[in-house]
Nanobody
């Protein structure tokens, strides 16, 4: 399997971005997926999670109401719509997958594979 993130960049506070995650796996629609991020000097944190079907989602409190996770199983892709970005959102953003299960998963150690990440930088 390969997960490739794209769509990061440099934006100003208040702007929006929509990173994407492309999977090279025909079993993509079997997987629960998630987005995490890691800022310099900080631990990686899970931000959002989605079940295989896309009808169940979860968000960490710090992004709830600003970020939206979604997926398109026909395209083997996942997205993270990020609105009202803040300088504190500056980090490398990663997409991850879990091979089994019917729900979403809210712990980093529940995911078995992560992509290489895409940088998001928000200037004030």
């Amino acid at each position: 399997v390969q997960l490739v993130e794209s769509g990061g960049g440099l934006v100003q506070a208040g702007d929006s971005l929509r990173p994407s995650c492309a999977a090279s796996d025909e079993l993509f629609d079997w997987y629960a997926m998630g987005w995490s991020r890691q800022a310099p000097g900080k631990e990686r944190e899970l931000l959002a999670a989605i079940n295989w079907k896309g009808d169940m989602t979860w968000y960490v409190d710090s992004v709830k109401g600003r970020f939206t996770i979604s997926r398109d199983n026909a395209k083997a892709a996942m997205y993270l719509q990020m609105n009202s970005l803040e300088p504190e959102d500056t980090a490398v953003y990663y997409c991850g997958r879990r091979r089994s299960g019917t729900t979403y998963y809210v712990r980093l150690d529940e995911y078995d594979y992560w992509g290489q990440g895409t940088q998001v930088t928000v200037s004030s």
